[in-house]
Structures are given as C-alpha cells and as structure tokens.
C-alpha cells in the first residue's frame, strides 16, 4: 500500500519514533562502555580532560592521538540525535496533552535529559575551566580567563592526618572585581566560593621555597623569609625583600626568576646601618657574598632550605549549571511520577507503539 505522507510528516514521525530512540542510545552507550576502557588505558591523553572545557580539550587530545578519541565526536552525533528525538516526543505530547496527561512522569524525565543536555553544551561553549593555580598566603592573582578578576588569597592553612595525608585545606579567599572587593568567603574540600558563575575550588596543595635558615655572625642562627627584619649586634637592620628559588643575573645587572624549584638561589636583601645609610642588593646564596654585606659582617650563610605550602586553586565558570540543576530536578520527579502511574497505565493497557 502506497505511503500518502508528506515528507514532513515521515520525517516527524521519525523524530518521534521510539526505534530511533533505542538504535542511537544503545550506540551511544556502547561507545560509552568502550571509551571508558580507552581512557582507563591511557591516562596521558585523557589524563587532563577534567582541567578544561571538552572542546578545549578535545583539540589538543585529537592532535595527539585521534585513533584512540575518535569514539567522543561519534557519541556527541548519537546524544545530539537522541536530544532531537526527546524534543519531538515532547513536543507531540504538548499537542496532545489533554489525552496524554497520564503521561507526565515520563515526559518530565524527557525535559530534564533536554535540559542536561542544552546546559552541559551551553556551560561548554561559554564556560571555562582554569588551574589549578598555585598560591601563597598574601598573594594575588589575575584570572585568565576573566582578567577583570582578582583572586587574593589572605590565609592558607592545611591540616594532615597523623600519617602526612592532607585532611582538610582552609583557604581564605578574597574576589575583587575592579579593584573593589565583590566576594570573601573560607574555601575547603567541597565547599567552593560562588560568585556571579565563578566557582573556586580548593584542589591540593603543594611545596615551595619559603627562605632558608642560616648563620650571622654575631648573631646566630636565624630563618630568613621574604619580609623579615633581624636586628644585628652593631645596632644595623638585615631585610628580606623577595626570595628567588632558582634565577640568574643578566649583563645589566637584572634578576630573572627561572622557576619555583630550587636551583640557584637568590636573595633580595636591605641593610639598614645606623648612621641611617643603606644598601640594597641581591645575595645569590651558592656564589661569594656582595662586599657591602661582607663589610658589615651581615653575609648569612645558609644552613638548610625552608619548605612552605601553597594552595592549589582551580576557577571554572559554568552558566549552565541552573539549567542543568533543572534538569536534575525534572529527571527526579519524572522518576517519582512515573513510578506511582506505572500499574495504572498497565491496568489500562497503555503501551508505547514503537
């Protein structure tokens, strides 16, 4: 017998046809299943999928290693299909929703896999993820992916178990926005501060060097940190201004920092003598010490490293998070609904026609 459907109407039958449904959600899954093998396998290339959004994230992975991430454009294709088909089911049901009203439960589950989806998308294409950036008490950063932001962190404080495994991590945050403090709140494990979309994140920690303990003459052993002050026997003042791990001096007399590991050393110092005279200058501690510190008999000498902690803090931006929390919402109750009406539809011999 001959098909007198229009075109448009084959197609929105197709739409709404639940054989679609279960061809590309069971395709989806299996990509799912199989992917989720690859990626236990190969931890350097999905290593840092969490670290950014997945189309950031999905180009450098594909320049590296496109035979082992070809399986997510397939599965996003299967997810897009299913999402079209959810939306014309749903559809359909409005036009006819005097009839079908016993349906709710079900097709409140549809809203809310629509709106997972349309929030995950949407927190992907307009949302960033950013860190973890290293901190330390007292310092300031610039966000880069919201310049017109500032993260300040005013107090860092890590507790550990008795073993050394961190316990808990008490960051006391600051977020300005044009130089005007916006938000200042205590961030831990899984209590973020939320502001305007940005969530920061308390990820770990980490060590860096925070001075040295040394020897002056005259005087002792003392810890030398970026902002201390030792008073000296013959009445002058030794300062500490910055402190480099690892840096070199340039034919014009500039300090370059190299990196936060130990290296070569270097020591930003002001001495204060007591005819009201100074001298500034840098102390890279592995050469000869400079002759103004050595003339006053203020050249430490460095004993040990100092290991301090900074925080670890991650900064996502997600604007489709509501739409996503909707969407849980619609999902649990679609789920309840459903459940209650399900031996009354049964009763009635409601079934779907596939």
Same mark, same amino acid.
């Given at each position: ?134 901190? #330390? #008490? ?71 060097? $925070? ?83 050595? $003339? ?41 609904? #459903? ?16």
């Amino acid at each position: 017998m001959a098909d007198d459907r229009t075109l448009l109407q084959r197609l929105w039958n197709l739409g709404c046809s639940l054989k679609l449904a279960i061809y590309v959600a069971s395709l989806a899954t299996l990509l799912i299943m199989g992917g989720s093998l690859v990626m236990h396998a190969h931890p350097e290339i999905f290593g840092g999928m969490d670290a950014a959004t997945i189309g950031q994230w999905f180009v450098g992975a594909w320049a590296l290693a496109p035979q082992l991430v070809w399986w997510l454009p397939l599965t996003a294709l299967c997810l897009m299909i299913f999402g079209l088909n959810t939306l014309c089911c749903l559809v359909d049901w409005l036009t006819h929703l005097k009839a079908r009203w016993r349906k709710t439960g079900e097709y409140l589950i549809h809203t809310g896999f629509l709106l997972l989806l349309v929030g995950y998308l949407w927190g992907n294409l307009a949302g960033f993820r950013s860190g973890p950036h290293r901190l #330390a #008490a007292g310092e300031t950063l610039s966000l880069p992916a919201a310049p017109e932001y500032l993260l300040r962190l005013e107090r860092f404080e890590p507790s550990f178990s008795a073993e050394g495994r961190p316990l808990d991590m008490v960051n006391e945050v600051i977020l300005l926005h044009a130089g005007q403090e916006v938000a200042h709140g205590t961030v831990r494990f899984n209590h973020p501060l939320l502001h305007d979309g940005l969530v920061i994140l308390a990820t770990s920690l980490d060590q860096r060097l $925070a001075g040295f303990r040394c020897f002056l003459p005259g005087t002792g052993m003392v810890d030398l940190t970026p902002g201390s002050r030792v008073a000296l026997s013959d009445g002058s003042t030794l300062g500490v201004l910055s402190l480099l791990a690892d840096a070199r001096q340039t034919g014009d007399g500039r300090v370059l920092p190299l990196g936060e590991r130990l290296g070569n050393p270097a020591m930003q110092l002001l001495l204060l003598r007591p005819d009201g005279s100074s001298w500034q200058g840098w102390y890279f501690l592995r050469e000869a010490p400079p002759l103004p510190l050595v $003339a006053a008999g203020a050249a430490p000498q460095q004993l040990r490293p100092l290991a301090g902690y900074v925080s670890l803090l991650t900064v996502n931006r997600d604007p489709g998070a509501g739409l996503a929390l909707a969407g849980g919402g619609c999902l649990s109750v679609g789920v309840l609904f #459903a459940m209650f009406s399900f031996y009354r539809k049964r009763a009635r011999g409601d079934r779907p026609q596939v």
